[in-house]
């Protein structure tokens, strides 16, 4: 049983950071790919950022420069620091494990708003 549960989201004024972390369970999680996506009311999901189980990393480049995706394999756990965030960062995110044929696992979501 694979589950995926992010978690770290919260309220962030303009210009703060935050960390948002994805547990996984129930895989092989080193030899994954990992993705953060986010989706805002009324908008299309994003890719936010990808790593591979190499490690090699893709950012959108609404995000380059600003956010970092890590992973660390002994705790089964990927990550995204989150810096200098913006009120367009306002969305849900989620934790995606890559599978063939449409059948990614994918966490609930969580939510980060960047207000003051």
């Known amino acids: 049983q694979v589950q995926l549960v992010e978690s770290g989201g919260g309220l962030v004024q303009p210009g703060g950071s935050l960390k948002l972390s994805c547990a996984a369970s129930g895989s092989i999680f080193s030899i994954y790919a990992m993705r953060w996506y986010r989706q805002a009311p009324g908008k299309q999901r994003e890719l936010v950022a990808t790593i591979s189980s190499g490690g090699s990393t893709n950012y959108a480049d609404s995000v380059k420069g600003r956010f970092t995706i890590s992973r660390d394999n002994a705790k089964n756990t990927a990550y995204l620091q989150m810096n200098s965030l913006k009120p367009e960062d306002t969305a849900v995110y989620y934790c995606?494990?890559?599978?063939?044929?449409?059948?990614?696992?994918w966490g609930q979501g969580t939510q980060v708003t960047v207000s003051s």
């Open positions: 995606n494990q890559m599978r063939p044929f449409n059948s990614d696992y």
